[in-house]
């Protein structure tokens, strides 16, 4: 079965700063979405890649699919309290266990 | 509906308890899928279903989990025998199915099951 680990687990981050979020698999990635969890809330999607190389953008977030299709990344320019929650990776139905953003003002 | 929607939101029940949870999945969605997230733990997968049939159902973590789908819409996740490591929020998702790629999954709300 497929795994998905994210790194780092928490992040702790000064508002205005960027930062990066990887999410490795154990098999070739066939499609990989990005989906962010307030506390306490539901998930919300944000992105989906399927392409090999493929780098999408919305807001201030990117999120890249690398050329092997193993590893995806999401980036977050000049990060704001609105970003803070967790950031979870998954494909088809597996997923991270997440990435816990906080923001310091 | 605009999106998917599970009921009940909050579920309190006693050890050895039966419960159902159900899931109303975005109209036209042919997958379903229920996932389980413990306080503070990843998603773990439990059952897909695509249309009425459940092609996967490696998730289920023992005999007294089970669910079902009808008419391609509504699903229901039974727990027979509560426990109290089954307290976790349960959550549905859908998405659309398609030969060669990939759809997203759009996720309810939430079941909050809460076992003592």
């Known amino acids: 079965s497929q795994e998905l680990e994210q790194s780092p687990q928490s992040l702790i981050v000064q508002e205005g700063k960027n930062l990066t979020i990887n999410c490795t698999s154990s098999?070739?990635?066939?499609?990989l979405y990005w989906y962010k969890q307030k506390y306490g809330e539901g998930l919300i999607f944000l992105m989906m890649?399927?392409?090999?190389?493929e780098e999408k953008s919305h807001e201030k977030i990117t999120a890249k699919l690398d050329e092997k299709k193993q590893q995806s990344s999401l980036h977050i320019t000049a990060s704001q309290p609105s970003h803070a929650g967790i950031y979870l990776c998954?494909?088809?139905?597996?997923f991270g266990t997440g990435t816990r953003l906080t923001i310091i003002p | 509906g605009a999106g998917v929607s599970q009921s009940p939101s909050n579920k309190v029940t006693e050890k050895g308890k039966d419960v159902e949870l159900r899931c109303d999945p975005i109209?036209?969605?042919?997958?379903l899928y229920w996932y389980r997230q413990s306080l503070g733990q990843g998603l773990e997968f439990l059952i897909y279903?695509?249309?009425?049939?459940?092609?996967?159902k490696s998730g289920l973590p023992s005999d007294r989990f089970s669910a079902e789908r009808t008419g391609g819409s509504v699903s229901t996740l039974t727990i027979q025998r509560t426990q109290q490591e089954d307290s976790a929020v349960y959550l549905c998702?859908?998405?659309?199915?398609?030969?060669?790629?990939?759809?997203?999954?759009?996720f309810g709300p939430g079941t909050r099951l809460t076992v003592t």
């Open positions: 998702a859908s998405s659309l199915v398609g030969q060669g790629r990939v759809y997203e999954q759009y």
């Open positions: 998954g494909a088809s139905r597996a």
């Open positions: 890649l399927q392409k090999g190389g």
């Open positions: 109209s036209g969605h042919t997958a």
């Open positions: 279903f695509q249309g009425n049939s459940a092609p996967d």
């Open positions: 098999k070739t990635l066939y499609g």
